[in-house]
């Protein structure tokens, strides 16, 4: 979606009918400028309704000082940027202003025109990169509603569905389980830009990704010299998620030391920097999730259980795609769609042939499999319709997934004779010997598989 900035409301407030026309003509030389001039305090404050994005504001008015001025325009929006232009040329003055939020302080003299077109130039475009940035959060918002983020129809997601709904209205900390590529990640955020939080920051740890003499910093943060390399202050991951939300991903793959110190910043909801004395406090929510059953984990000793109870919260076990019935179909149209958006092609569609080929496999790599999955085959086809020999899978769980498929004996019976033969270069007797059977049951078998080419 293009931002499309909205014209620029300008406030000029001078009794100077000299300086009241020169500040006019240079905020007018925009014609996406709208000007309005007051020659005293009074008026300018009464049309603050209007809402100006800039104010120039001349130090020196007839009816009160420029100092009162700025004070009561942030006191009725601490956002709109007031630009005080005056004749005095105090340096305590200048910096009095500044302490009291005013934008810029500009002296009248023979530059006057140049640095108030540049710092109008200034406030603009931190208006308009506010306003983008804004913008960028509310299509981030509405990407990760539940009904555009989670797409499925099947009774294991509906049933998350709930979980996540009664999740959003409050504050309790999620746990997320689920195998490798089930979604963990985008549900911690469909949770995060679903809640009052959504307007502050949401923050993915990767435990797993990180060094483990690196965790603690990254979490914690540093102060300067507080190790080899630490050059400067550095913020953790829990600072830069206050008021938002912070999002532990593999969870499970922390160091049990570190789990300790974790467990204290959870408790008492404050961290001390590496290297340093200063206890910082934060309010942050806590999304955690693995793939492992943290359970068993604590069982055997590699996690604390006193941890695993705090961590708990909602539990929200996200099921496999095998699981999910019809889901894959949606899904894969769901990706088909935003990978033709993406690369400038013709919608691409699935053959009934696809479908079928699409649902009778497990997919041990989830939904992050059938991605890569769909969009190889949508580059790979011909005509925009992808049929069943355009669908690779390339699973590193081929072997043994024989289960996870609907077929008839007969089919798992072939299926089975079919892998042994392509694995012991049609040797029949070795796959006879392999498979306890008769190598005449093999020949048979074979025989039956031609039949039905």
Same mark, same amino acid.
């Given at each position: 979606?293009?931002?499309?900035?909205?014209?620029?409301?300008?406030?000029?407030?001078?009794?100077?009918?000299?300086?009241?026309?020169?500040?006019?003509?240079?905020?007018?030389?925009?014609?996406?400028?709208?000007?309005?001039?007051?020659?005293?305090?009074?008026?300018?404050?009464?049309?603050?309704?209007?809402?100006?994005?800039?104010?120039?504001?001349?130090?020196?008015?007839?009816?009160?000082?420029?100092?009162?001025?700025?004070?009561?325009?942030?006191?009725?929006?601490?956002?709109?940027?007031?630009?005080?232009?005056?004749?005095?040329?105090?340096?305590?003055?200048?910096?009095?202003?500044?302490?009291?939020?005013?934008?810029?302080?500009?002296?009248?003299?023979?530059?006057?025109?140049?640095?108030?077109?540049?710092?109008?130039?200034?406030?603009?475009?931190?208006?308009?990169?506010?306003?983008? =940035?804004?913008?960028?959060?509310?299509?981030?918002?509405?990407?990760?509603?539940?009904?555009?983020?989670?797409?499925?129809?099947?009774?294991?997601?509906?049933?998350?569905?709930?979980?996540?709904?009664?999740?959003?209205?409050?504050?309790?900390?999620?746990?997320?389980?689920?195998?490798?590529?089930?979604?963990?990640?985008?549900?911690?955020?469909?949770?995060?830009?679903?809640?009052?939080?959504?307007?502050?920051?949401?923050?993915?740890?990767?435990?797993?990704? =990180?060094?483990?003499?690196?965790?603690?910093?990254?979490?914690?943060?540093?102060?300067?010299?507080?190790?080899?390399?630490?050059?400067?202050?550095?913020?953790?991951?829990?600072?830069?998620?206050?008021?938002?939300?912070?999002?532990?991903?593999?969870?499970?793959?922390?160091?049990?030391?570190?789990?300790?110190?974790?467990?204290?910043?959870?408790?008492?909801?404050?961290?001390?920097? =590496?290297?340093?004395?200063?206890?910082?406090?934060?309010?942050?929510?806590?999304?955690?999730?693995?793939?492992?059953?943290?359970?068993?984990?604590?069982?055997?000793?590699?996690?604390?259980?006193?941890?695993?109870?705090?961590?708990?919260? =909602?539990?929200?076990?996200?099921?496999?795609?095998?699981?999910?019935?019809?889901?894959?179909?949606?899904?894969?149209?769901?990706?088909?769609?935003?990978?033709?958006?993406?690369?400038?092609?013709?919608?691409?569609?699935?053959?009934?042939?696809?479908?079928?080929?699409?649902?009778?496999?497990?997919?041990?790599?989830?939904?992050?499999?059938?991605?890569?999955?769909?969009?190889?085959?949508?580059?790979?086809?011909?005509?925009?319709?992808?049929?069943?020999?355009?669908?690779?899978?390339?699973?590193?769980?081929?072997?043994?997934?024989?289960?996870?498929?609907?077929?008839?004996?007969?089919?798992?019976?072939?299926?089975?004779?079919?892998?042994?033969?392509?694995?012991?270069?049609?040797?029949?007797?070795?796959?006879?010997?392999?498979?306890?059977?008769?190598?005449?049951?093999?020949?048979?078998?074979?025989?039956?598989?031609?039949?039905?080419?």
């Amino acid at each position: 979606m293009e931002y499309i900035p909205d014209p620029v409301k300008i406030f000029v407030v001078e009794d100077d009918p000299v300086y009241l026309k020169l500040v006019q003509y240079v905020a007018e030389l925009n014609p996406d400028h709208v000007v309005k001039t007051f020659t005293n305090g009074k008026d300018c404050i009464d049309h603050l309704h209007e809402n100006p994005s800039i104010i120039t504001l001349d130090y020196s008015l007839p009816d009160t000082t420029g100092e009162q001025i700025l004070k009561k325009i942030k006191a009725y929006n601490p956002d709109i940027h007031v630009i005080v232009v005056s004749s005095q040329e105090s340096i305590n003055t200048a910096v009095e202003l500044l302490k009291y939020g005013a934008y810029d302080y500009i002296t009248k003299d023979n530059e006057t025109k140049d640095r108030l077109l540049n710092t109008l130039n200034n406030a603009k475009k931190q208006d308009s990169l506010k306003e983008e =940035i804004s913008v960028l959060k509310e299509e981030i918002g509405q990407k990760y509603e539940f009904d555009n983020s989670i797409i499925g129809e099947s009774a294991a997601i509906q049933r998350i569905f709930k979980l996540l709904t009664k999740a959003v209205k409050t504050n309790i900390t999620v746990s997320i389980t689920g195998e490798t590529g089930t979604g963990k990640e985008v549900v911690a955020k469909s949770i995060h830009y679903n809640s009052d939080r959504k307007k502050k920051p949401f923050v993915a740890v990767n435990i797993a990704a =990180i060094p483990e003499n690196l965790i603690e910093s990254e979490l914690f943060g540093h102060e300067k010299g507080a190790f080899t390399g630490a050059v400067a202050r550095r913020k953790g991951k829990f600072e830069e998620a206050d008021g938002g939300t912070i999002f532990l991903d593999e969870i499970g793959e922390m160091d049990i030391n570190l789990q300790a110190k974790l467990l204290r910043a959870l408790q008492e909801r404050e961290i001390t920097r =590496i290297g340093g004395n200063e206890v910082v406090k934060f309010e942050t929510r806590v999304i955690v999730a693995t793939h492992r059953n943290l359970a068993e984990e604590v069982k055997a000793g590699n996690f604390r259980e006193d941890l695993y109870y705090r961590l708990l919260g =909602i539990p929200v076990e996200l099921p496999p795609l095998r699981e999910r019935d019809k889901d894959t179909l949606l899904i894969a149209e769901h990706f088909l769609s935003s990978f033709s958006k993406e690369n400038k092609m013709s919608k691409v569609k699935l053959s009934k042939e696809a479908q079928n080929k699409l649902l009778k496999y497990s997919f041990p790599g989830n939904v992050r499999e059938l991605k890569s999955v769909v969009e190889l085959a949508a580059v790979m086809c011909d005509d925009n319709t992808i049929l069943d020999e355009d669908i690779t899978f390339n699973s590193l769980q081929k072997e043994g997934q024989f289960l996870f498929e609907e077929m008839t004996l007969r089919d798992y019976t072939f299926k089975i004779i079919r892998h042994f033969l392509s694995k012991y270069d049609n040797n029949v007797l070795k796959v006879a010997d392999k498979l306890d059977i008769g190598k005449s049951s093999i020949y048979r078998y074979i025989k039956e598989m031609e039949e039905e080419l």
